[in-house]
Each structure stands twice: as structure tokens, then as C-alpha cells.
């Protein structure tokens, strides 16, 4: 337990300008002045288990290479996240609820708008991420920037470990393992590529994982229940915003265990959002619901164009819904949705000024 503690908790033996004693310590890192001060590692938010379980690993990774690096969290952890922190004995790190004037290492997002409050006035030394780069993210010195088109980003600080010969003990391994399984859906999800599987096949025997399945299972089954979540907070649990050409739009992922119930979801929720929609102060919504037994997937359209920009890269609609190709997952979703709101803008503030 002491040996765990260490790794988790404190401060790192050598000072941030005594790297050289870690000897696969990659040399160009010599290039960040992380200060004497803490380096934050903060995923998004809301935040899913990518954003949280990758910032404990990727810290405890920093911190063993001499930088003082602590993980935080941008919100509450959602239930399949707690599920993986009880799990494997972690407790939930601390909040972080303003980022200016902070040292900061972003992981899994590299946007504002994704991104904890202040973070504009914050000091960002890295981003590790594997998302499209949407972002409008500015730094004052070069940064470490890594970003990889892989399923995860704990995929990406796998590596890294791999890299600094840094051996990964069980509970850092179990993170990485459940944010890897969380994001690529128990490697099904079309970003999926042989290195998250490869960094599977390595973490779940560290992680003393015999049974990944099961675990996977158990960790869904804890977030697909959404026990005690109004129709506004399941909506919200895994939410991420975006902008293009003046237009905001915002697209949920929502998970069911059935095709039953993923129905059920559809219909809860589409009710809430007929409702609610006007007061969420987005140009368009979008909702994505599927389910863990077939992978089967539906998207929701709302507001002036969504349906339209939708159906030209997702196919056809019946009423507001398009059925989606089987694990096609919201970054692809986003991707093939980008240029087409990109281009309804455009021909709409033409029309407009015509
Ligand atoms: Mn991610």
C-alpha cells in the first residue's frame, strides 16, 4: 500500500529541474518549464472515464519522471467511472474549478469550450488527445502536443509508459484498461485500431483483469442504469459542444444495455428535448443513443438544419432520427458532421444578407 501511495499521491523525489535522473526521460521534454508549482492533468467536461482514469495514469506517469504532476477532475465522475476508482481502490481526484493562472497538461480534449472554466488564462505545457483538432486552445511557449487518430487517449499514455521503460503496477493499469474499454466500447467502436488493442492485451494482465467482458459489462451496466438521473442530466452526462462559422452545436452520447431499452431511452429523452430544446441556447442538438447487446445506434436531430446537414453524411431519416451504421461512434459523427453545418452556415448567412 505504501509503494501505491507514493506512486499516487506524492510529490515526485526529483525537483522538475532534476530530471536527468530519469534516464529514458525523453531529452526534448528539457524544453518545458513546468515550474515549482503543481502541473494539473485535466480531461473535459463533463468528464467521462477517457478524461478522468487517463489523467491518474498520466500523472503518476509525469510525477516518476520528476515532474510534480497531479490529476483533477473538470466535473462529477459518471457512474461507470466511480465503478472503475472503487474497483481498483483509487479515490476520485480533486476538482479542478478554475484553471487560470495553473500549469496545466490537457488530455482527451483540446478546446475552450470543452474545458475547465479559465482555462484561457491558464499556462498549458501539454496536450495528449485523440481528437480532431477543433480547438482553439493558444499557448504562450511550445508545447508537448501528441495527438494520435487511436481509440483512447490512456492508448496514447500506454505508449509513453512503454517509451520511459516506466513499469505500470496493477491500479494504473486497471485506469487505462477501463478508459480504453469505455471509449472504444470494449475495443467494438470504429476508432478502435491494433494499438488499443494491443494496449488491452498488455493492461488487463497488469490490471489483474481475467475477465474483460464481465468487467466491461459491470462498468456499462453501472452507467446505463443512469439510477436517480433526471431526463436533463442523462441528456448532459456525456455531452460535448462545438462551433463552426457562428453556428453551436452540441451532441450527446447515451448508452442502454438493450435494444429495448434503447428505445425506451429514445423516447424518454427525444420527449424531453421536444420540450427543453429552445431553452438549451444551442443552434442545433444532436442525440446519440445505442445499445451494448447489438451496437445498434440511432441519431436524434433538433433544431433549423440539423436534420438536413445530418442526413447528407448519415443517411436517411424517419422523422427527426437517422439510423447509424453499427458502432460508428460520435467522433465520426462529428467529423462527417462538421463540414456540412460548416456549409449550411455559409449558404444561410447568405441567404440571410440576399
Ligand atoms: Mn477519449
Redesign the pocket.
Known amino acids: 500500500m505504501f509503494f501505491i501511495g507514493l506512486l499516487l499521491c506524492s510529490a515526485p523525489v526529483a525537483g522538475a529541474n532534476n530530471r536527468q535522473s530519469n534516464i529514458n526521460y525523453p531529452s526534448f521534454m528539457q524544453g518545458i518549464d513546468y515550474g515549482k508549482g503543481v502541473t494539473y492533468v485535466v ?1 473535459h467536461n463533463p468528464p ?1 472515464s ?2 478522468v482514469c ?1 489523467a491518474i495514469a498520466y500523472a503518476s506517469l509525469k510525477r516518476q519522471l520528476g515532474v510534480n504532476a497531479e490529476a483533477r477532475i473538470a466535473g462529477l465522475p459518471n457512474a461507470e467511472t466511480t465503478y472503475a476508482l472503487n474497483y481498483f481502490g483509487l479515490r476520485e481526484p480533486l476538482l479542478l474549478d478554475d484553471a487560470s493562472g495553473k500549469n496545466i497538461i490537457l488530455v ?1 480534449h483540446n478546446s475552450f469550450a470543452q474545458a475547465v472554466k479559465g482555462m484561457e488564462k491558464a499556462n498549458v505545457l501539454e496536450i495528449i ?3 480532431n483538432l477543433i480547438g482553439d486552445v493558444k499557448t504562450s511557449a511550445p508545447v508537448y502536443y501528441r495527438n494520435m487518430p487511436v481509440g ?2 490512456s492508448t496514447i499514455v500506454w505508449l509513453e509508459y512503454q517509451e520511459a521503460q516506466v513499469p505500470i503496477i496493477k491500479e494504473i493499469a486497471g485506469m487505462m484498461l477501463s ?1 480504453i474499454l469505455s ?1 472504444t466500447d470494449n475495443l467494438q467502436s470504429s476508432t478502435t485500431t491494433d494499438l488499443d488493442r494491443q494496449a488491452v492485451a498488455d493492461l488487463e494482465k497488469k490490471a489483474g483483469i481475467k475477465n474483460r467482458n464481465a468487467y466491461f459489462l459491470a462498468m456499462e451496466e453501472e452507467l446505463a442504469a443512469y439510477k436517480g438521473m433526471s431526463d436533463k442530466e442523462i441528456f448532459y452526462s456525456d455531452y460535448k459542444e462545438f462551433t463552426i462559422n457562428g453556428i453551436s452545436y452540441g451532441c450527446a452520447t447515451v448508452v442502454a444495455l438493450t435494444p429495448e431499452k434503447r428505445i425506451a431511452l429514445e423516447k424518454r429523452l427525444g420527449d424531453w428535448i421536444a420540450k427543453n430544446y429552445a431553452s438549451q441556447k444551442m443552434d442545433m442538438l444532436f442525440l446519440k443513443i445505442h445499445d451494448l447487446e447489438t451496437y445498434a445506434a440511432t441519431i436524434s436531430c433538433y433544431g433549423d438544419g440539423a436534420l438536413e446537414c445530418a442526413v447528407h453524411v448519415l443517411g436517411k431519416a424517419d422523422a427527426n432520427r437517422i439510423a447509424l451504421d453499427k458502432n460508428m461512434s460520435r467522433k465520426k459523427v462529428v467529423r462527417l458532421l462538421q463540414p456540412q453545418i460548416a456549409n449550411w452556415a455559409a449558404n444561410n448567412a447568405k441567404n440571410k444578407a440576399a
Open positions: 480531461g467521462d477517457d478524461s487517463t482527451d488527445d485523440h481528437h483512447c487517449t478508459a471509449d
